[in-house]
């Protein structure tokens, strides 16, 4: 089982960007998915961002002010957001699988509070 902490939510304003960290217990050279969901109050929890090795997928939906990446001599996935609106309000989940795990069934952190309110 693999451990992850999320840190660097908080009460941001409209417009600025934040940087949250997913550090993991193990190197996570060796493992297969690593990513980013988020869950709103009294929305479904939506993907943010994914890395696979050396890919990275991010939804139509936040291409253009996010960015992920793995810090692999950290044990570490960032994921940047910039240009935060009101609706990025939610709690952000990260995760990790193997190949042979669904994402629902991988490790999952205790997730992080993001705020955005003017």
């Known amino acids: 089982q693999v451990q992850l902490v999320e840190s660097g939510g908080g009460l941001v304003q409209p417009g600025d960007s934040l940087t949250l960290s997913c550090a993991a217990s193990i190197s996570i050279l060796t493992i297969y998915d690593m990513g980013w969901y988020r869950q709103a109050p009294g929305k479904r929890r939506e993907l943010v961002a994914a890395?696979?090795?050396?890919?990275?997928y991010v939804p139509d939906s936040m291409k253009g002010r996010v960015t992920v990446r793995r810090d692999n001599a950290k044990n570490t996935l960032f994921l940047q957001m910039n240009n935060l609106k009101p609706e990025d309000t939610a709690v952000y989940y990260c995760?990790?699988?193997?190949?042979?795990?669904?994402?629902?069934?991988?490790?999952w952190g205790q997730g992080t509070q993001v705020t955005v309110s003017s």
């Open positions: 995760y990790s699988r193997k190949a042979t795990q669904s994402r629902e069934n991988g490790d």
């Open positions: 890395t696979q090795r050396n890919s990275a």
